[in-house]
């Protein structure tokens, strides 16, 4: 399950002697990317003469700066086969699309299942039949550790899911302990959430992978309202006061968000939330529901997005602990119907204004008569006295809330 695997720093070294290893043994630079064409190592270029432009070819160039590839690019290699494939696959030069060189392809499996691929450029005469062989072979030690790692890292989703879902009490207390053990040394130190949502699918194998997301430990789904999914990430930080890495994780999983959505032409739009950081684990689900609530803010009022601060949305910490099926207030009722929503804005943007009429009257470009009769006509359908403090005050929460 990809949304698991969040323990690449354990495997790195590991991956990269590997692919090494590919490299000496073929005498060309190999390229190691998971199933989904997510880069995770590549061999140096290693040569006494001048550096061949065309070992890097857009496709190749991208893969390493961006690491990762193109839906387009994965759908065109995969249209040769190598999803199916047990041994080499040569894919011939097609500079229209790019590959200005031919490639072979090394699938990467184990027990049976394709996990990866090894990419080599395709020289002329290329490796033997023997060398090949021996690839292959070092591609099988990589399928093991693959498998390792997805394993590993699908118990972190599991843990993370177990110490966001549970109750508070001793429930609570194990699963964080659990996940603290699954975690190892990366426990200790700040960490904080991020919330995406809508998330566009419960499979978890449409969840974007761990090592894709900078600064991510590890990532689940988790329900969102009574039908919708939300993705959770977790976030090492490297200070409780700098928040930036999760910012940095928060947009890319977004973009990753729309790449799932446009696959399945969802058109709902997505926000992300980011929670207070925490030193070490035992806070997590107060994190949580921070993070998911400057989600929720993020949804409701498009000035706080694409990616919200908890700590900087405002009166929405107050509304969002409020239950998503509560009832709006009745105050606000009448102004909710759409023959009274001009109404409802003038009174949110008065209000926002701190009752200022010509700050008002200037950002709803109207006159100021005109803003004094729709307050009058507000009055007269709520009931309430805007000059009075706390009726302000309810009407304000009442209209706030309702975008929630």
């Known amino acids: 399950m990809r949304e698991n695997t969040g323990v690449t720093s354990d495997y790195k070294a590991d991956y990269q002697e590997l692919v090494d290893e590919v490299s000496e043994l073929l005498g060309v630079p190999a390229t190691l990317e998971n199933r989904d064409f997510e880069l995770i190592a590549f061999g140096a270029y290693d040569s006494e003469g001048d550096l061949d432009p065309s070992a890097l070819d857009p496709v190749r160039t991208r893969s390493i700066l961006t690491r990762r590839s193109t839906a387009a690019v994965r759908t065109w290699f995969e249209g040769f086969g190598i999803t199916r494939a047990t041994g080499p696959v040569r894919i011939p030069p097609t500079p ?17 299942v394709v996990l990866g691929y090894v990419w080599l450029l395709d020289d002329d005469p290329g490796p033997t039949e023997a060398q090949l062989d021996a690839a292959m072979r070092v591609t099988g030690r990589i399928g093991a550790l693959l498998a390792d790692e997805q394993q590993a890292g699908a118990g972190l989703g599991r843990e993370l899911r177990a110490v966001l879902t549970s109750e508070r009490g001793w429930q609570q207390d194990m699963a964080v302990a659990e996940l603290r053990t699954a975690l190892g040394a990366r426990a200790d130190g700040p960490h904080t959430l991020v919330c995406v949502a809508p998330w566009p699918s419960a499979d978890p194998d449409d969840a974007p992978s761990a090592r894709t997301i900078p600064h991510a430990t590890a990532l689940c789904t988790l329900p969102w309202g009574a039908t919708a999914q939300s993705l959770a990430v977790l976030v090492r930080l490297r200070s409780a006061d ?14 990753e968000s729309e790449g799932a959505r446009g696959a399945r032409r969802s058109r709902a739009v997505a926000a992300a939330g980011v929670g207070e950081p925490r030193i070490g684990l035992t806070e997590l689900g107060e994190v949580w529901r921070q993070a998911s609530a400057a989600a929720r ?12 601060e908890w700590g900087r949305i405002g009166p929405y910490r107050l509304l969002t602990a409020l239950p998503p099926e509560s009832a709006h ?9 759409p023959a009274h929503r001009e109404l409802a804005r003038t009174a949110e943007v008065y209000l926002d204004r701190a009752g200022q009429a010509g700050r008002t009257a200037a950002e709803l470009g109207i006159h100021r008569q005109t803003l004094y009769y729709r307050l009058s006509r507000v009055e007269q359908l709520t009931g309430l006295d805007l000059d009075d403090g706390e009726d302000r005050l309810l009407l304000h929460m009442a209209l706030k809330r309702a975008r929630l």
Do not use: N
């Open 329 to 337: 207030d009745p105050v606000a009722g009448p102004l909710l119907s």
């Open 242 to 255: 700098v928040a930036a890495p999760a910012l940095t994780a928060a947009a890319r999983v977004l973009k």
């Open 96 to 112: 229209e699309a790019g590959v200005y060189r031919g490639r072979i392809c090394l699938p990467v499996r184990h027990r049976g």
């Open 297 to 308: 803010a993020a949804l409701a009022e498009p000035r706080f997005g694409p990616v919200a």
